[in-house]
Each structure stands twice: as C-alpha cells, then as structure tokens.
C-alpha cells in the first residue's frame, strides 16, 4: 500500500502505537522526577529568528550552529530557523522573561527538534529533547543535583544499568596554564590528538607531558587516582575534588566512568561534562555539564536526554485491560469501567470482531466478561 | 533586559511555567480520555516531503495547502514542509503503515504545528494540536463517538460551558441536487451568500429558495425544526435525523447549536462538521467531522483541539506543596516527600531564601516545617 510519496525524509519516522506508548510514558516518567525536584516547564516555540538562535549558541562549534534548517519568514522578511536544541531557548527565556525570577532558577523542557543533516553517530534528523537547566550555578553541589536528577530521570523511565562518564571540557586549558605549558599554536593540536587518543600524534604536536591523560581513563576510582598521579602540581586539585563528590552524591545509584579528554559534543560545556548511557541503548542516552549563557554569561549547569533514542530501551507500558462496549451498552458501566483504569472500545457497526479490535472482555449487564 | 534579537517573530511565543503547566495539566487529561475510549498514540515527524502532506489535503482549499513553510531538504534535494496539521500525517498512517490493522482504527495524537501566516481570527503561528480519528467510519454512531470524546476531554481539560455547533458541509450540493436545482455555474455564489449570510446577494445570485436556511440557526431543536420545514422534499432527512441522534447520544453533556451553512474551515468535511467552543474562550476550542482520507478514500470521522488556546480558560493546576532541603538534609525523607506528592528544592549556596525560591517549607530532622 506504499507509494512513493508516502515515504518519509531520511531521519524522519513515524512513531506506531507500541513505540509511542514508550515515548509517552518515558516522557511523563522523566517529566515527573524534575517536576518534583522543583524544576518548573517552559515551553519555547519550534522557530526563532536565526541570528537569536545563533547568537544563544556561542561557543557551539559551526558545525552544530549550521545544523539547522533555515527560512525566511514572510511576516518579517527576516530569516527563521527550526530549532536543533532547546537548550539555546531556555537560556534566552531565563536572561529575558524570567531576568528577574530569583536564582538559582530551575527549568524544565521537552519538544521536538531537528537537524538538517544526520550524523555519523545518529542517523536520526528528529529527536524528543527533554532536560533540566539549573541556572544560576555551576557549581559541585549544582553538578550533583543535575547528574543525580538525569540518573533518576532515567530510572523512573525504567532503563537499568545506568552509567556517567564525566569529562573535563576545559582540562587541556588548565593544564597548559597551570603545569604543562603549551604555545597558543600547540593548544588546538594537543586536543586534537588527546581527542583522537593517538599516542603518537600527541607526541608530535608537542605534548608528550600531555602522554599520561590518555590513561587515565575508564572506571571512575582508577583513573581519578591516574589523573591525580599526573597532577602532580595540584592544577587540577579542585576539579578532582569535584568530581569526588559528585561521585560521592551519585553514590551506587549508577556506575561512574571518567573519560577526562572526551570534547566532542561539550564545546560549549565549562569544567564538567557527563555522558549518561543505559543498557539496551547503542547510542548516549543523554549528555549535559556547567556551561555559561550566551548573552548574558550567567553560569548553568543542565542536561539533555533524547526521549526517541531512550524509548528504545525503556519497557513496554503495561497494556491496560480492553472492554468492549456494544450497541446499548450501560453508559454509567462503560465510564465506571474507564474510571478504574480499563480502555474500552465501543461497537460502531454490526459484525465487528472484537477480539481482533483488540479486546478482551465485552460488556453485559455491566458487567466485563471475558472474550 | 529584553535585547531586539531575543524577540520572538510574530504569532510565536514562549509558555512560561504558569502557562505551560496549564498546557500540560490539559494535555494530559485529554490524552487520557482519548487513550480510555480506544484511541492508540502515534507520532509523525514535524516534517515531510511537501508533495506527500499536499497530496494528502486533497479537498483542502489553496489556502490550507499554502500555509505550510517550505524548503529545500539538502539530503534528499526534495521539498520538505513544516506540518501545518496533523491530520493528514494520521491518514497517511492509517492508509500505508496501518492499511491492515482492522477498522475502526482508533488513533489520537498531540503535537506541535506552524502556519507561515497567521489568520485575522487568530494570530497565532504555532498551535499545540491534540486530536483524535476515528479511520474506516462516518456513520452517526461514529460521529456521536467522535463529538462525545471531544466534550469529554474538553471538560477533563477542566474546561466549562462547553457548546459543539454542528454544521452540514454539504447541504448546498445535496439540495441542489435534489431540491432546489442551481446550475453548475450558480453553485458557488449561492454558497459563498450563505457563508457571508447576505440575504440580498443570495437573492441575486439565484438562490431565493435558500433563504430560509439562514434562518434555520442558533439552539438546536429551533433550528431543526426550520431546516424540517424547509426540507419539504425530504432531500436532507437522512441527515437531520441524524444530527437528532447524535444531539440525544450528547444529552446534556453539552449545549448544541446549529449553523447549518457555516463552511469556513470545513472544506474537507463530508456530510458533518462541527465546532467546540467553552466558556471563557474567545475562538474556538476545537473543531471535527466526518471526511474521506485523501488517496485512499477511506471514511473517517475526527477532531482537533488547540490545547494551547483552550489553555487560556483551562484551570491552573493546584500547586504541589515546595519544601526546602538544607546543606545536610536527610535525602530519604526528602524522597519520601516527592513520592508522596511534595516538590523539593535543594540548597545550593549559603544564605539562600528558600521563600523567594517559592518553598512554603523546610525540612528539619527528616519533617517538613513550615516557613
């Protein structure tokens, strides 16, 4: 029954009822968790002037910026841009609408968004976002709420064998000021090859002092203790300490892995950046870490998790009972029915199969029986 | 505090926490009464192949069609359209992906729509649609189904003095055709009298028969009762006998009116459409009918409602008690407190008001004390 205009775009997909029973019920599962913590919803719209997104983008990498889809409004002759992230608009909506509310601010999200070209990584050009931002503070106590409250979230959306791994955006920066100086030249090489984790080239783009990072990598314990070996000079003494107790607040509630010259995707991200992962999910679950505003450089610390990619692994909301409700049905019964948690179906015509309309019981004198 | 680029381009806005939570206390209650009467989720993508959304609007005037943005898809270099609505996305899906699932299909949806120019009734861009189809009947008792759902899911939205206000879209055609006779030619004049309700131009463009529908309007049995006694003829029995069972299915869930020449916005309904309004509502909450799915020419029967409009009169959700959670707090009795209903915000930095940061409590000793 397919024709060739039914297709969809590459990246864009219909969700069928089994799928989206997941997504919805992972969503109001996660929405719930930041409700409760005192994170309060906003809403922003699907389009925004360009240059506004953009601009709430700085220090997003070109690549992420020009990742969205772009047209001129007629309205205004000016040009619109589909959003790629919300993050961007609660940062606009906490420096303008919300300028005065008191901090620390805490704000939740969830809507569509779309790139204009896939990744390697993700062939997805669509994604549910849903996250929190706490703004107002980046510090260690504002990192252990945010990492706690994205682990929690992802529980109550009934994924299991949760995972962190915590990088640090700005270590290289650090290091280079601090105890292993680099030329201003030798700095983007450096991180390039720490990115990479090619031994060699880190050696040839004249940061061989930089060698040990490459190492201290893996389970959290470990290479903490790894990374304190070659911080010898105490440069990253409070970033440690930092990671210590956010480690310490997570305590058994998920796994902890550091990965210390992980950047891609933490361009913006300030000292912290995490990767939440979960059993079942090829790809990230979610990622966030402290940043700053764009604009009005306030500090922040949020996530993000993709409720499409997550919904892969999240289990199968329990299929409510399904009563059937013939012609001249008791009313009253069929509401009383719906009222304790049955669905029901009623009869439009007659010769319909109720069993293959997917019910169960059908309903006489009031009564469900069953099929 | 607002700069020129955080505004936001006209007919788009932000939700703040008040609102959005308006929105969201009413989406879900209507998801729910859809999801307990039969109705299974799906989620298309915000964008398709403009051709495939096009196509699928067949009946919809130039105007609908034209009101979707468009660009250029550099993937696939094909035209894409931002969706407008949704409906034709859940047709689409019921004709190919779900073509074999057994009728009556039952499918609800909920998501994010943007019209490139806002109406003069309405200057909003972006609407917030939740709907539900009813895919493989018209009859009267799915057309009752179909206006009962609507009334019940605009009062779980907590909305009140609902009134659905039926129209016949094709009332001209079927008395032309088998009362009053109009040439081809005098069709669409007499129509557009009738919609502008000038009895004078309808006199002038040959329609002197149908004054009296103008008449026929307003409380329901009135103006049933008018449009029996113009339908001498019997051509329109079969309908209002059944706009009468659909009016007693409804009872006094609702007040019922009818306009029987009103067309605007039903120009892809067959034999039924009608308009949901609610006290405290400026336009319309909602609006439905019975149509055929453009390609496949399926019968079905549905509704739309703008939750973001029907917001406006939706009641504020009572606000969850907020209790404070000092440095040091027993964390088991703060997650004791959010299982049990309460929102919490933790302590972040020293000399924190927990009051201005909206918390009536504090927890002391593992016990909310009030502030």
Known sequence: MTKPNDLLPEGLQDRLPAEAARITAAMRACLDVLGAHGYDRVRPPLLEFEAA?????????????????????????????????MTPQVGRIASTSL???PRPLRLAYCGDTVV???????????????????????SVAAAGEVVML??????????????????????????????????????????????????????????????PLLYATGPFEGALAALRAVDAGGALETRLDALEQIAAHIGDAARITL?????????????LGFTLYADGLRRAAGRGGTYR?????????????????LADAAPQP??????????????????????????????????????ALGCGWTLEQGEPVAL
């Open 318 to 355: 329990e299929a409510a009972r399904v009563c059937y409700l013939p012609f001249g049905h008791d009313r009253s019964a069929a509401a009383a029915l719906r009222a304790a948690g049955w669905r029901t179906r009623a009869q439009l015509a007659d010769g319909e199969d109720a069993r």
């Open 99 to 101: 300028a005065a509310a």
């Open 53 to 85: 997104l953009v601009g709430r983008m700085a220090g997003v990498t070109v690549g992420e910026t020009s990742a969205m889809f772009r047209f001129v409004d007629p309205a205004s002759l000016r040009t619109l841009a589909l959003r790629s992230d």
């Open 150 to 211: 994205a682990v929690e979230a992802l529980k109550a959306a009934g994924l299991t064998g949760i995972s962190v791994d915590f990088t640090l955006p700005d270590l290289v920066d650090t290091l280079a000021e601090k105890a292993f100086p680099l030329d201003a030249g030798q700095i983007e090489g450096v991180r390039r090859e720490l990115d990479t984790k090619d031994a060699g080239g880190l050696k040839a783009a004249g940061g061989a002092a930089y060698l």
């Open 293 to 309: 505003i764009a604009g009005s450089d306030e500090a922040a610390t949020g996530f993000t998790l993709y409720l499409d990619r």
């Open 116 to 138: 204009i070209k896939a990744s390697q990584l993700d062939p997805a050009r669509e994604h549910l976002q849903l996250g929190a931002e706490l703004i107002g503070a980046d």
């Open 259 to 271: 990965d210390p010259t992980e950047r891609h995707g933490f361009e913006y991200q300030s000292w």
